[in-house]
């Protein structure tokens, strides 16, 4: 009697786990190539330089070419046509900007 309980309870136990590990596999197939669209399409919207004064990027304009200005107060991003184009950014101006 109790053989056949235990035995019972090993087969219910093992089906489970299968069914268990099944699913996470199946998951885990269904769910990854999920994640890297989505990390790829992520990198995708995020440009890495950005005019400051035209809002170009590297991405709405892959030829431009993007410099930082050395005289503007923190990293200020500017595509070639601005670099030596525009206003500088005055130090107190930033700080009252992130401020
Ligand atoms: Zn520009
Ligand atoms: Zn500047």
């Known amino acids: 009697m109790r053989f056949a309980v235990l035995a019972a309870t090993g087969n219910f136990l093992l089906f489970f786990a299968d069914n268990i590990a099944n699913q996470i596999r199946t998951g885990r197939r269904r769910l990854s190539p999920q994640a890297r669209t989505f990390a790829a399409s992520a990198d995708d ?16 304009d892959p030829k431009a070419d993007f410099r930082y200005c050395s005289k503007c107060a923190g990293n200020q991003c500017y595509c070639g046509d601005h670099i030596f184009n525009h206003e500088h950014v005055l130090a107190d101006e930033e700080s009252k900007r992130s401020a």
Do not use: D, F, I, Y
Request: charged share 45%; glycine share 6%; aromatic share 0%.
């Open 45 to 60: 919207r995020e440009p890495r330089h950005r005019c400051r004064v035209c809002g170009k990027t590297e991405l709405s």
